[in-house]
């Protein structure tokens, strides 16, 4: 399935995308659309860790922002295999998905979405009237 390969690829494929040093204690990279992070590495903090319990995810943990807790409910009752959450993102606008399930497809529909939220409504414009040609 996706790798962090993957995840650079796509993201930086869209507009005004830079590549950086997540912020945090992450230690990971993080993907920012004008100063707005919109994809990032998540490892699982010994807290989620505690959380998961059994179910927490052994491999690679990306995180993307969502329009809302409704889209981010939606994908974890659509495909909780690929995609979940814990307590440390409760009412913020972030899902995490277990990166080595996640379809190529499925990434690239989640990093546009993502760039999308995140975007200033110019450049969105702009991208959604290139993408109708």
């Known amino acids: 399935m996706a790798e962090w390969d993957d995840v650079r690829r796509v993201a930086l494929a869209l507009p005004e995308v830079t590549e950086e040093a997540a912020h945090g204690h992450t230690g990971g990279l993080a993907w920012r659309v004008r100063d707005k992070t919109f994809l990032w590495e998540r490892p699982l903090r010994p807290r989620d860790l505690e959380e998961l319990g059994p179910d927490a995810p052994p491999g690679p943990v990306l995180a ?3 329009p809302d807790e409704g889209a981010k409910l939606a994908l ?4 909780p295999a690929v995609y979940f959450t814990t307590a ?3 009412g913020f606008s972030a899902i995490l998905c277990r990166l080595d399930r996640l379809d190529p ?8 979405e993502a760039w999308l939220v995140r975007a200033p409504k110019r ?11």
């Open 105 to 112: 497809d499925d990434l690239h529909e989640l990093a546009t």
């Open 64 to 66: 993307a922002r969502v």
């Open 76 to 79: 974890i009752a659509a495909d």
């Open 123 to 133: 450049l969105v414009k702009q991208f959604l009237e290139g993408s109708a040609s």
């Open 88 to 90: 440390h993102f409760t």
